[in-house]
């Protein structure tokens, strides 16, 4: 080995021998100093600012969840009475289930029986308001013109599948000419998806094949139609015109859905989020 290389071997060496040695003093040197501990004191070049003390109740023995309890209690006391329909302050809870196929009729009249004394007959009486569609989330109202009733039926799932719909799929016939207002109920089914999936509901209408050929692609295509979901009410309506304009009785609203054929086929489906029609 050359001189220039015993010397490096040799500054190595001291060089370790002098760290060992720093290492043990410091060992010795901590040895007896007790660990660190928080002395209620922080450190600032500036004198802290004393903080005011809030005053409070004392629980007086009661648990931390019966205290809240009385104090939601107390909240929901004074706050204002809110009604939802007259009856409810929030709207009905969402469901996860999809209704069942199968077919209702709403009626906007029915026979009713009536009897003077002797004499017994059936009388003709007008229906008012919303009329429900059988076991079906469908409902129908009467909007002008002289429509009878609205038949409805409710697709199957798999029929629903094949469509490509992530939704329901239903059939609507007025039976007449004139204007109806339709409604799909979403309080059953709504919470099938997460992520706000029923605000986001909307309606779109199928072509006549879509219930007899679904795999066709020209089948499965969706036309955007004028309606509103009524978040609280929870519900999607449209309005519906059937029968020629001259035989409609009324003012025929902007934004109808024509009922080509005598029937209209529509989906409700998940639109994209901020959906304009959203109605609160």
């Not at 060992?20 to 450190?43: C, D, F, K, S």
Request: proline share 7%.
């Amino acid at each position: 080995m050359s001189g220039r290389g015993n010397r490096a071997a040799r500054a190595a060496g001291r060089g370790l021998a002098t760290a060992v040695v720093v290492a043990l003093a410091a060992a010795t040197l901590t040895a007896g100093m007790p660990p660190p501990a928080y002395t209620g004191q922080i450190w600032s070049p500036y004198p802290l600012p004393a903080t005011a003390s809030v005053a409070g109740n004392p629980l007086g023995g009661q648990s931390l969840s019966a205290a809240r309890a009385a104090e939601r209690a107390a909240v929901a006391r004074n706050l204002p009475a809110r009604r939802w329909r007259g009856t409810r302050a929030v709207p009905p809870r969402l469901g996860d289930r999809w209704p069942a196929a199968g077919a209702g009729t709403a009626a906007f009249s029915a026979d009713r029986v009536v009897q003077r004394g002797r004499i017994r007959g059936v009388v003709h009486v007008a229906a008012r308001g919303w009329q429900q569609a059988g076991p079906l989330p469908v409902r129908a109202e009467q909007a002008g013109g002289q429509v009878a009733a609205v038949s409805a039926s409710v697709a199957g799932r798999r029929l629903t599948g094949l469509l490509g719909v992530r939704g329901v799929v239903f059939s609507l016939a007025p039976q007449g000419a004139g204007q109806v207002r339709v409604a799909l109920s979403y309080a059953g089914f709504g919470g099938a998806y997460g992520g706000a999936w029923a605000t986001r509901l909307r309606l779109v209408r199928l072509p006549a094949c879509a219930l007899t050929t679904p795999r066709r692609p020209a089948c499965r295509r969706w036309t955007p139609v004028t309606f509103v979901n009524h978040w609280r009410a929870r519900t999607l309506t449209a309005l519906i015109r059937t029968g020629s304009q001259s035989r409609t009785r009324g003012r025929a609203a902007a934004g109808a859905i024509i009922a080509s054929g005598g029937s209209v086929i529509l989906a409700g489906v998940s639109g994209p989020s901020g959906a304009p029609a959203l109605r609160m």
